[in-house]
């Protein structure tokens, strides 16, 4: 993690703002606080991880993020995103190809162009062959690639990244991670990635946002330079990473 | 894909035990058919039982050609056809219509709730009269019945098979903007097919029962008339004829419908 070639953080734009938001969801029992006060922002081409014990609001702050889910209080400033959830949710009776225009379709932006471009998405992340295959002939990491691309497709300016690895195994996540990360930064993309995994967040964010338990606030934000030729499975093996995320891991 | 080289020994062995087993169960399915069939036509032809109450299988055959010679059985089998047919349309349709409809503000549905659940409950043959002088037509009212005894469990299976449509696939949806057209056309339906299919068996059997029944009641037209008919005078091969020809359209049409089940499985 040392500061060279970091160039793509540099920008100084945001690209995502939190600014004193609060969150109650409302139910017949009464109400349950989750958000008390969240502030930070995602600098644009900035990855960033959030963290926090099980339950805290993570995936609330993601629905905000994403206008799934309108905020009870605060102000919140955003763009155009994509949503990438934990489990793929593609579509079984649609092929890889119609899994990835989904998004277009729903838009309804499926031009030649977009089309095209979808086709040249697939091409690129090694996914010709199964265009036209169902996903359930696809392996975990494969249909993971998918569920990317159709994300990807729509031109998002900030990815969202709900714990889109935890249900791999090992050893395909790594390489999961290694590719997913690889493609979001060749595209210069912002990414907003809410993990369990400390040693996940330490390896791939430019800042993580540590969360309290419920009602939440920020704990710390910590600022990282990554080492922008290191993949993040090499990151894991360095000591920095490792230390990083066992005081992550402490309470 | 298809394997182009050699099968093992083992492979082989477990294919031909696996044929040999089907032709057993065809066989031995059609065993039990001819010797119920035989067996039926020797005992009554040897008077050990009575043919003039459960007829016997020569004279059913004559009875269709009877019927048929006269040009009258054609009439029969078109109108119960197509009372049955109407009705399972109409209640199919009516049935999604409605089940969309309560999908789509689940404020309509909680006021309707109760009553959806009343008139499940109620045993619909029980309007049967009511409908017999409310309706235009013989051929209204038999349909009615179809559609009433169908509608309300097609609108309860189907509206909790798209109630049930997985939330996390919708909520991807609605990160893409979807609307609820949207949501329903592209994943809520697509989802509940399997169901909307077993929907479809349920019904056409259903609608089966309610063309007879309704013939019963009212009509002097159809299968279920000719049942009826045959019964008063005693003339029970016409029953069993008619039996005989219900079964074997139903059947077909349920076969059919497994047939499209089978298409949309491999989609
Ligand atoms: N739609 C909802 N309605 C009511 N309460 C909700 C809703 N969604 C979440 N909650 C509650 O809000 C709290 C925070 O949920 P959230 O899913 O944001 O947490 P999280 O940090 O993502 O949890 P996890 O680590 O388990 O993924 C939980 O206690 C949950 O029960
Ligand atoms: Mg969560």
């Known amino acids: 993690m040392n500061a060279k070639k970091n160039t793509k953080t540099s920008a100084k734009t945001n690209a995502l703002v939190f600014k004193n938001v609060s969150h109650n ?28 014990p099980s339950g805290c609001g993570k995936t609330t702050i993601l ?16 763009q155009e995103q994509g949503y990438m959830f ?12 119609q899994n990835v225009i989904l998004g277009l379709e729903i838009k309804k932006i499926l031009t030649p162009e977009t089309a095209k471009y979808a086709d040249q998405l697939i091409e690129k992340y090694g ?6 295959a169902k996903p359930a002939q696809l392996s975990g990491g494969m ?37 997913v990360y690889r493609i979001i930064k060749s595209a210069g993309l912002t990414a907003m990635l809410v993990t369990h995994d400390a040693e996940e967040a330490a390896s791939l964010s430019d800042k993580i946002v540590r969360l309290t338990a419920r009602p939440s606030t920020v704990r710390e934000v910590i600022s990282l330079t990554q080492n922008p030729d290191e993949t993040p499975s090499m990151r894991r093996e360095k000591h920095e990473v490792q230390a990083l995320a066992r005081s992550l891991n402490s309470v | 894909m298809k394997q182009v080289e050699k099968y093992s020994d083992g492979y082989l062995k477990f294919r031909k035990r696996q044929i040999t087993q089907k032709w057993l169960v065809r066989a031995a399915q059609f065993s039990i058919f001819a010797v119920l069939i035989i067996l039926w036509e020797v005992l009554t032809k ?4 009575d043919s003039f109450f459960i007829s016997s299988p020569s004279r059913i055959i004559k009875a269709i050609g009877e019927l048929s010679a006269s040009g009258e059985l054609f009439g029969h089998i078109g109108a119960t056809l197509y009372e049955t047919l109407a009705g399972f349309a109409i209640s199919v349709g009516l049935g999604t219509i409605i089940a969309i409809l309560l999908w789509t503000s689940s404020t309509v549905k909680r006021i309707l709730e109760p009553y959806l ?24 009212a038999i349909i009615t019945m179809c559609v009433l005894i169908c509608v309300i469990t097609t609108i309860i299976s189907l509206l909790s098979s798209f109630i049930n449509a997985d939330a996390e696939h919708i909520t991807l949806l609605k990160s893409m903007n979807a609307n609820k057209a949207q949501i329903f056309t592209k994943y809520v339906f697509p989802s509940s097919i399997p169901n909307f299919i077993s929907v ?27 049942i009826l008919y045959g019964s008063q005078v005693f003339k029970l091969d016409y029953v069993m004829a008619s039996v005989v020809i219900i079964a074997i359209l139903a059947t077909f049409m349920y076969v059919l419908i497994s047939f499209v089940e089978k298409r949309v499985h491999k989609l």
């Open chain 1, 127 to 132: 996914l010709k062959e199964f265009r036209n």
């Open chain 2, 200 to 226: 479809l068996k349920v019904n056409i059997g259903l609608c089966w029962v309610g063309s007879i029944m309704g013939e019963y009641l009212t009509s002097t037209r159809g299968l279920g008339y000719l």
């Open chain 1, 63 to 78: 629905s905000i993020a994403s206008g799934l889910l309108k905020q009870t209080g605060g102000e919140v400033l955003t």
């Open chain 2, 46 to 49: 040897y008077q050990v039982i």
């Open chain 1, 86 to 97: 934990q489990k793929d949710l593609l579509f079984p009776w649609r092929t890889v190809y």
């Open chain 1, 25 to 52: 969801y409302y139910e017949s029992y009464g109400e349950d606080k989750v958000l008390a006060d969240i502030s930070f922002e995602v600098k644009e081409g900035e990855f960033v991880s959030i963290v926090g």
């Open chain 2, 117 to 140: 659940v009343l008139l499940n409950a109620l045993p619909k043959i029980a309007l049967g009269p009511v409908i017999i002088i409310l309706a235009a037509t013989q051929t209204a």
């Open chain 1, 143 to 179: 249909r993971q690639r998918v569920a990317l691309i159709r994300t990807l497709v729509l031109k998002p300016k900030i990815l969202l990244l709900d714990e889109p690895f935890s249900a791999l195994d090992w050893g395909t996540r790594l390489a999961v991670i290694d590719d």
